[in-house]
């Protein structure tokens, strides 16, 4: 399988005017929150006019939320001082959102057990309109170093996770989420027409579970099943993956399709 570095869907969200300026809005926290942004989807040290363009603030405001983030250690320069990077700070409150998050408590066990059973890969991903963020990876023997990486994120318009998401929305709801997604191409195999993904969407919402094949990763196999919430919307959702070049689809959905419901079951919050 064929892996790529880059985060697919940058978990950035787009404001209206009344939101901006809602009293109780800290401007400054806003462009902080920009600055830290702008590393989405990069694979090395930014300098500060690569900042300033990629957070879209001017230079100078740039210079002084880089000079505030890095005194309180959310940012650094790089060791060969050609710009900047995040800081080993920001890793406590990864920590801090995984640890207290009450699903991502519940989940651990259950995917651990999935884990040893399959003896493939187990992700958790969170919902998050138009992409699903893992929350937790358990790695098969296969994985690379990027695919090991909590935070990344993939759109849902084309995931084994986002479909069964998906297939848990009303109907116009899911069609509207696809509409707005910008539906591009991973691998030649990735469906990116509204229609054809409601097709996979309703499939998926009959049986109970979907079978992404080669949507993202060239090889890849994996079923994907919905994690409900208590007010019962899908929060989120179970991934098992494999690779085709040891598996037929028809056995990899056999043997671990019903693994993978039980575990989203086990998860949810009914």
């Not at 109780?24 to 694979?43: E, P």
């Not at 699903?103 to 059973?117: S, W, Y």
């Not at 699903?132 to 170093?145: G, H, I, L, N, P």
């Amino acid at each position: 399988m064929t892996h790529t570095p880059l985060r697919t869907e940058p978990g950035l969200r787009r404001l209206s005017d009344d939101q901006r300026e809602d009293p109780l809005f800290i401007q400054s926290i806003d462009r902080a929150l920009q600055v830290l942004s702008a590393f989405h989807g990069t694979d090395r040290a930014l300098t500060l006019s690569e900042i300033a363009r990629r957070a879209n603030i001017d230079r100078s405001a740039a210079q002084r939320v880089v000079h505030t983030l890095r005194t309180l250690g959310y940012m650094r320069r790089d060791a060969a001082d050609r710009g900047f990077l995040p800081g080993v700070r920001l890793l406590d409150h990864a920590l801090d959102f995984l640890r207290l998050d009450p699903l991502v408590q519940q989940a651990t066990p259950v995917l651990l057990e999935l884990r040893r059973n399959a003896q493939e890969r187990v992700d958790l991903s969170l919902f998050d309109g138009q992409r699903v963020v893992y929350a937790a990876r358990m790695q098969s023997k296969r994985e690379t170093f990027y695919a090991t990486l909590v935070g990344h994120s993939v759109p849902t318009y084309c995931s084994s996770g986002g479909w069964a998401i998906l297939a848990a929305l009303p109907e116009a709801e899911a069609r509207a989420l696809v509409e707005a997604s910008d539906r591009r191409s991973f691998t030649a195999h990735t469906l990116t027409a509204t229609d054809t993904i409601m097709e996979r969407v309703a499939e998926t919402r009959q049986q109970g579970f979907s079978c992404a094949q080669e949507q993202i990763l060239v090889g890849e196999i994996a079923i994907g099943a919905a994690v409900m919430g208590a007010d019962g919307r899908p929060v989120g959702a179970v991934h098992l993956a494999g690779s085709l070049g040891e598996w037929e689809a028809e056995a990899f959905t056999r043997r671990f399709a019903p693994l993978v419901v039980e575990a989203a079951r086990a998860i949810s919050r009914y």
